[in-house]
């Protein structure tokens, strides 16, 4: 087994462990990516404040990552990607 699908295999085991609330974050950014946690949480249909600590976690644990940063009005917004190595 090459090391592309050693780690997609492991990838896949990990993810049908993490919580559901993670989960989802992880499932709605392999279908928006690049998004920011505003983005993901309209995706999600839930408030934003439900999506950011996940993100922490999942940036923590190193399944997320920024892809860049974005000003949007006068805020700076963090567009998130799946890890992929």
Do not use: H, W
């Not at 559901?20 to 839930?46: C, G, N, T």
């Not at 999506?51 to 923590?60: C, D, Q, Y």
Request: glycine fraction near 4%.
């Amino acid at each position: 087994m090459n090391s592309l699908n050693t780690r997609d295999t492991t990838y896949l085991a990990i993810q049908e462990k993490l919580p559901l609330k993670r989960k989802k974050v992880v499932e709605a950014l392999s279908k928006i990516q690049p998004a920011s946690s505003f983005q993901i949480a309209d995706f999600l249909q839930v408030r934003p404040n439900e999506v950011t600590g996940r993100i922490t976690e999942l940036r923590t644990y190193g399944f997320i990552k920024v892809a860049y940063e974005k000003l949007e009005g006068k805020m700076p917004r963090e567009y998130y990607v799946l890890v992929q190595d």
